[in-house]
């Protein structure tokens, strides 16, 4: 539960939006993706592999779910 007088509750009332955004972002292009599969050459899907990986991993880091 959030207490308002914290301020990291602050901080993710803040951020939030723009973390479901961003996910919401990377699933459409995904979507995408997957229905043009054919027009995507081999380094255009490894380089959308490893571009996604990064965030998910930024992601996990600021959520606190890797060691750092």
Do not use: K, Y
């Not at 996910?23 to 571009?51: F, K, N």
Request: proline share 3%.
């Amino acid at each position: 539960m959030l207490r308002l007088t914290d301020i990291w509750s602050w901080w993710v009332i803040l951020w939030a939006p723009l973390f479901i955004l961003a996910i919401g972002s990377a699933v459409r292009e995904w979507l995408l993706t997957v229905r043009s599969q054919w027009h995507a050459s081999l380094m255009e899907w490894v380089l959308l592999v490893v571009a996604h990986l990064a965030f998910a991993a930024s992601l996990a880091l600021v959520l606190g779910l890797l060691p750092r």
